[in-house]
T-cell receptor, first 114, second 115 residues
Framework: DSGVTQTPKHLITATGQRVTLRCSPR?????VYWYQQSLDQGLQFLIQ???????AKGNILERFSAQQFPDLHSELNLSSLELGDSALYFC?????????????FGNGTRLTVT | GDSVTQMEGPVTLSEEAFLTINCTYT??????LFWYVQYPGEGLQLLLK?????DKGSNKGFEATYRKETTSFHLEKGSVQVSDSAVYFC??????????????FGTGTRLTIIP
């Protein structure tokens, strides 16, 4: 058990809809990362927050947004969903943002867009 | 830009066979290198890491050596078990000119060990 909790585990929704994925980091971790894993693209970094502030941005679409709250949990919002957004979305956390700080991953939320 | 190239899978081996999963990278500066493992139905876990040239990371019988001259970080294990069946990701962290770190993953290699 990594200590990172993601909810829900599975989500099925229709095109054009909006969903929110939630992540609770490991106790004591200030940094939260969001990743998208799909068969054709592999693991893609979306965005990172550190102690409530956006720290780094990856290949995140404009239809997607995220935030980290004062209690350090994070939410990833996906809107105007398309079939191609179907993927496994991972949240990870780490103590800080240092290069020697390992990431601890949640079990992911599987999103299916129909 | 930074990139990680892993050998394509799937890789299927018999129990007790020797394992090598190749990983090479392209990066500016001096990245830290990692191997992550994803067991079925779970998230990624850090398997091992190396932060400078010639460092050897090791864990659970797996090893990888940071080779700056060949820009490689190949994963090896002398005798694999059925429980090693998983997807393995090579990754690196670099620091940009603005001080932001960037984590880049390879596409993953699926390993299946048969009894």
């Amino acid at each position: 058990d990594s200590g990172v909790t993601q909810t829900p585990k599975h989500l099925i929704t229709a095109t054009g809809q909006r969903v929110t994925l939630r992540c609770s980091p490991r106790s004591g971790d200030l940094s939260v990362y969001w990743y998208q894993q799909s068969l054709d693209q592999g693991l893609q970094f979306l965005i990172q927050y550190y102690n409530g502030e956006e720290r780094a941005k990856g290949n995140i679409l404009e239809r997607f947004s995220a935030q980290q709250f004062p209690d350090l949990h994070s939410e990833l919002n996906l809107s105007s969903l398309e079939l191609g957004d179907s993927a496994l979305y991972f949240c990870a956390s780490s103590v800080d943002t240092g290069r020697n700080s390992p990431l601890h991953f949640g079990n992911g939320t599987r999103l299916t867009v129909t | 830009g930074d990139s990680v190239t892993q050998m394509e899978g799937p890789v299927t081996l018999s129990e007790e066979a020797f394992l090598t999963i190749n990983c090479t990278y392209t990066a500016t500066g001096y990245p830290s290198l990692f191997w992550y493992v994803q067991y079925p139905g779970e998230g990624l876990q850090l398997l091992l890491k190396a932060t400078k040239a010639d460092d050897k990371g090791s864990n659970k019988g797996f090893e990888a050596t940071y080779r700056k001259e060949t820009t490689s970080f190949h994963l090896e294990k002398g005798s694999v078990q059925v429980s090693d069946s998983a997807v393995y990701f090579c990754a690196l962290i670099t620091i940009s000119n603005f001080g932001n770190e960037k984590l880049t993953f390879g596409t993953g290699t699926r390993l299946t060990i048969i009894p």
